[in-house]
C-alpha cells in the first residue's frame, strides 16, 4: 500500500511535506527553548540536564535525525527527477514569473545551506553536550559541565565569525520556510483560494517568528559577552 | 513596425537545431503574433527558403495548438492569453523578439516551433473522461449543483491543453494540467464517481511519461493561457491521497 510514498510524485511531496512539518515543529520549540537562556541561565541548564543522555531524549534526537535525513534524501531525488524532466536544452530567454517567490525556485540551495549550518551547529553544540554523556564524560573538551548550555551558547558567541555565520544560517532558514511552510499545506491538500493569502501570511509570520527568536539569542549574547552591560 | 525575429530552427527531430535571425518591416500593431509570423513565412517562400513551422489552428484561444515560448514567456508577455490571441502593439517598434518551441523533456522538439504534445493526450486517455451512462441529454433541472461547484468545475474545464504550464514549470511537471482535468469533473456528480480511479490512473501515467515532481513554484499558474489557478492541485493532490490510503 505504502508504495505509493516512493514512486508516486504526489507521494513523494507527502513525504517531504511531513518531514518538512515535523522539522518545523521541532525548530520552533527549539527556538522556544533557546529564549529561556536569555532569561535564565539556570532554567536553561534545566532544560539541557532533562534532554540530556537519557533515554526519551536519546529516541527522540534519533526521530529526529531520521526525520532530516529523509527530507534530505528526497529533496535530492526530486531535484534530480526535476532536472531531468525539464530536459538538457534550456530557454535562451528566460524571465520572472508573476507572483512567483525566488525562495521556490531555490530550495534545494537553500537546504543545503541549512543543512551545512546544521553541521557546523552540531560541532559547536551537541558533540560538547550529548555525545558527550553517551560517551560517558561529565565534562567537554572546554572544560565546561556537559549540560552547562548556558556557558556554551556564551563561549560560541562571544567569537563575531560565529555571530555571522549563524546570522546567515537564519536568513537561508527564513528563505526555505517562507515558502516551505505553505508549500507543505499545498502537498497535503490543505489549500484553496480563500486560504492562500492567508497561509503565506502564516509561513512569514511564523519563519520571521522563528528566525527572530533564534537571532535574538545569537546577538543577545555577543553583546553580553563584549561586557558592557555588567549587571546581567 | 519593424521588428528583428531570432527563432529556433530545427529541421527534424534528430537535427541539431539553432537560432536564425530574420528581420521583418511595416507590420501594422494590429496584426496578430501569427499573422505576423504568416507574412514572414510568406517572405521567405517568396525567397525560395523553408518557412518556419509553428502549431495553430483556431486562432481564437480555445483548440490549444499554439505553443511559442516568445520573450521567455509561454504564450509571449501577455497575461492569461494564447500566443494566437496576441497582437504586435504588445511589442515595442524595433524590438527583438525571441520564439522557442516548449523546452521540456516529455515535448519533444519535431521541427522549428512544433513539439509532440502527445505525452499530454496519453494522460487523458488513461483517465481523464468520464463512463458512466449518462443517456440522452437530462432535463437541465433534474440534477441540482450547487452554483460554487459547477464554476469551479468551469474553470477548470477552460484547460484547452497547450502545455504552457509543463513548458513553464522549472521541474517540468505536469500538475497543472492533470489537476484541472481532474478537478472539473471531480466537481459535478457524473464525475465524482470515478474520482479515485480517474485520480490514480492519471496522476500514473504523468509519472510514467516521466515529468516531474511539483514544487508548487506557481510558475504555471502566472503563465497558463486560461489563468487556471493551483488550487485545482490542492484538489488534485487531495483526491489522489485520500484515493490512495483508502486502497
Ligand atoms: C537538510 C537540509 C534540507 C534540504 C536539502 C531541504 C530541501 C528541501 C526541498 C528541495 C524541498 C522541496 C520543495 C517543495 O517540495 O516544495 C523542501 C521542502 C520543505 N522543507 Fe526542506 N530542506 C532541508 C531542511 C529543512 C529543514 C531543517 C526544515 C525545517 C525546519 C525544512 C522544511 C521544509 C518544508 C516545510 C518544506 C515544504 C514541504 C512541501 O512543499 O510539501 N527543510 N526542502
Ligand atoms: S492548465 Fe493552462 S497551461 Fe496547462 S495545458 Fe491547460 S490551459 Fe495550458
Ligand atoms: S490556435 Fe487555437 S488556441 Fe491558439
Given at each position: 500500500m505504502g508504495t505509493f510514498l516512493t514512486n508516486s510524485s504526489i507521494g513523494r511531496k507527502l513525504v517531504m511535506s511531513i518531514t518538512g512539518a515535523f522539522l518545523v515543529l521541532f525548530i520552533t520549540f527549539h527556538m522556544a527553548m533557546n529564549l529561556v537562556a536569555l532569561i535564565s541561565t539556570e532554567g536553561y541548564n534545566m532544560i539541557c540536564e532533562f534532554l540530556g543522555a537519557n533515554w526519551y531524549a536519546l529516541v527522540a534526537t534519533v526521530i529526529l535525525a531520521a526525520g532530516v535525513v529523509v527530507h534530505f534524501v528526497y529533496a535530492f531525488i526530486l531535484t534530480f527527477q526535476n532536472r531531468k524532466a525539464r530536459g538538457n536544452v534550456r530557454y535562451a530567454v528566460t524571465s520572472g514569473h508573476k507572483g512567483v517567490d525566488w525562495a521556490s525556485q531555490n530550495m534545494l540551495v537553500l537546504g543545503i545551506i541549512v543543512i551545512g549550518g546544521l553541521a557546523i551547529h552540531m560541532i559547536h553544540f551537541w558533540s560538547k553536550m550529548q555525545l558527550q554523556e553517551i560517551m560517558?564524560?561529565?565534562?567537554n573538551a572546554l572544560g565546561y559541565a556537559v549540560t552547562d548550555g548556558s556557558a556554551l551558547i556564551a563561549y560560541t558567541f562571544s567569537n563575531p565569525i560565529n555571530v555571522i555565520v549563524y546570522l546567515v544560517w537564519f536568513a537561508a532558514l527564513w528563505f526555505h520556510l517562507s515558502h516551505g511552510i505553505w508549500s507543505m499545506f499545498q502537498s497535503l491538500g490543505w489549500a484553496n483560494q480563500t486560504w492562500y493569502p492567508r497561509l503565506k501570511c502564516l509561513a512569514t509570520a511564523w519563519t520571521t517568528l522563528i528566525v527572530l527568536g533564534f537571532a535574538a539569542v545569537a546577538i543577545g549574547f555577543y553583546i553580553k559577552s563584549l561586557g558592557c552591560c555588567a549587571g546581567c | 513596425m519593424n521588428f528583428t525575429l531570432k527563432i529556433w530552427r530545427q529541421k527534424d527531430a534528430k537535427s541539431a537545431g539553432k537560432f536564425v535571425e530574420y528581420p521583418i518591416k511595416?507590420?501594422?500593431?494590429?496584426?496578430s503574433f501569427l499573422e505576423m509570423l504568416d507574412i514572414l513565412n510568406n517572405e521567405l517562400i517568396q525567397k525560395g527558403e523553408e518557412p518556419v513551422a509553428f502549431d495553430h489552428d483556431c486562432r481564437e484561444g480555445i483548440c490549444g495548438m499554439c505553443s511559442l515560448h516568445i520573450n521567455g514567456h509561454a504564450h509571449g508577455p501577455s497575461q492569461a492569453v494564447t500566443t494566437c490571441q496576441m497582437y504586435m502593439r504588445k511589442f515595442k517598434d524595433g524590438d527583438t523578439i525571441t520564439i522557442e518551441p516548449w523546452r521540456s523533456a516529455a515535448f519533444p522538439v519535431i521541427r522549428d516551433l512544433v513539439v509532440n504534445r502527445g505525452a499530454y493526450d496519453q494522460i487523458l486517455q488513461a483517465g481523464g473522461f468520464v463512463s458512466v451512462r449518462t443517456n440522452?441529454?437530462?432535463?437541465?433541472?433534474a440534477i441540482p449543483i450547487p452554483k460554487a461547484d459547477a464554476d469551479e468545475s468551469m474553470d477548470a474545464a477552460a484547460?484547452?491543453?497547450?502545455?504552457a504550464c509543463a513548458a513553464t514549470c522549472k521541474n517540468g511537471s505536469a500538475m497543472l494540467f492533470v489537476a484541472a482535468r481532474v478537478s472539473s469533473l471531480a466537481k459535478l456528480p457524473q464525475g465524482r464517481v470515478e474520482g479515485a480511479r480517474r485520480a490514480k490512473a492519471m496522476v500514473a501515467k504523468m509519472d510514467e511519461l516521466g515529468f516531474g515532481n511539483c514544487t508548487n513554484t506557481g510558475a504555471c499558474e502566472a503563465e497558463c493561457p486560461k489563468a487556471i489557478s493551483i488550487a485545482h492541485i490542492a484538489r488534485l493532490n487531495r483526491e489522489f491521497l485520500s484515493a490512495k490510503l483508502k486502497d
Open positions: 560517558g564524560n561529565h565534562e | 511595416n507590420i501594422s500593431p494590429d496584426t440522452s441529454v437530462p432535463d437541465g433541472n484547460c484547452i491543453g497547450c502545455g
